[in-house]
């Protein structure tokens, strides 16, 4: 059975004329009347989306629970807008009737293991919030046809504005990927490295993915150039000889300054900048998860990564470079390895790369009260997808327990893949109340909900 949202995306798509009746599959989010989509926000100047790969309810409960003993804790906690997020794709292609995935409040609670059915993927979701569009599992902006569709950063960049992406996981990886890029598929990481570093017009790149170094921050033994685009284009970064694409609109190409150390990371906050930055800190794959030592480790038992900046300085280093812009800028925050952690049933490190992301909302925030204020900028804080099924106990969906500051909370992983469940998503600032208008879904547990596709619809409003 379709359920409301689906009937109301496939008539609305229909009248479009974008699909077929042999081929109905749920291409776009219910679409609200732009008399709902008024409010504060209409004098948007910048824009700053949050993410935190994998996250759900429990994730952030562990985490309060570990770091400060109880929950409600972090800044964002007490955002005025505060709803769920569904996240579902359109899964199996194959199908006319593509409902299976969708997030269905009528269905969904009535077995443990449903919220495990035809999750999405980062690819998908990250898709979903910067275009507007449902496409399918490992699409990297581009529909189910796959044709290229139009990001929100291009939205930005039309109007003069700045943009940026930052990762604690490969800067080509799904999330920042799909914010900037183009392809049918999120494996093809150099593809992807090459349109975001040679074709774009995004002014800050920030992520792992360093072809030099080892997961430990050590020096590599043989280089690995996988993530950056190849060894022509890495090494065309680092002499400046690249050829790249023309940010500005000038008519000149804008070249990128590479910065690679911590202390690199961590003088980008402050003065003066140059005004299109690549940060790729000495570390493979992930800032801190993919360490070595114990990975099943409680939370800081294994020493971590001295080498690298944290996502606070990356994220607080990528503003100073895009306020720059006089007339404002976008910013997405990737708190990435969440999800890795929570693949691997990482308790411990899961809890690690949540604290991290945590330290990088602080960090924005004050950003924000200290250099902008909440009337002309919009702070989103949300996910893609759960990773793990995380409860309190195995086969329950129930709550971590508090075990006390510290201590491991007592957590339960029911998965080794994502889940379709509902997501937290926050917002403050220029806007962030419109959400609730256009939140017009109701789960039992969650309460009002959003679709991920609407981030970009009420992004978009605002900014037109």
Known sequence: MVNKRIRRTITAALMAGVMSTATVVPVMAA??????????GKDVKN???????????????ATDYYTEGKAGTQVYENFPTQLALSTYSLGDLTTTDNADGVYDPATVWENFNTLMNNPTDSAAAGTAMSTGVKTYDAAIGVDEQPEDLTHMTQDFEAQGKATGVVSSVEFSHATPASFVAHHESRNDYSIL?????????????MGAGNP???????????PNYRYVGGADTWNGLVDGSLDVSDADGDGIEDAWTLIQSKAEFEALQTGETASRVIGVPEVYTTLQQARGGDSQADAYAVEQNSNVP????????????????????????????IDWAGHANQSGRLIEEQAAFNDSVEAVYEWVEEN?????????????????????????????????????????????????????????????????????????VRGAYLDNTEISEVIRTLID
Do not use: C, R
Request: charged share 15%.
């Open 193 to 205: 490295a090459n349109e975001m570093i040679k074709d774009s017009a995004t002014d800050v790149i």
């Open 310 to 337: 944290g996502l606070d300085v990356m994220a607080t280093g990528a503003l100073n470079v895009l306020d720059n812009d006089e007339d404002g800028f976008f910013l997405m925050v990737e708190g990435g390895a």
């Open 372 to 444: 902008s204020n909440w009337g002309e900028t919009l702070l989103i804080v949300t996910g893609d997808h759960e990773t793990g099924y995380l409860t309190g106990t195995a086969g329950v969906y129930d709550e971590v327990v508090n075990n006390g500051t510290g201590v491991m909370p007592t957590m339960a992983w029911n998965s080794g893949n994502h889940t379709n469940q509902l997501i937290p998503f926050f917002a403050k600032g220029a806007g962030a109340e419109i959400f609730k208008k256009v939140a017009d879904e109701t789960d039992t």
């Open 47 to 61: 824009v700053i989306l949050m993410i935190s790969d994998g996250w759900g309810y429990n994730q952030i409960l």
């Open 212 to 222: 030099l170094y080892t997961d430990n921050g050590d020096n590599a033994a043989v």
């Open 31 to 40: 679409s609200n009347n732009d008399a709902n989509l008024t409010g504060n």
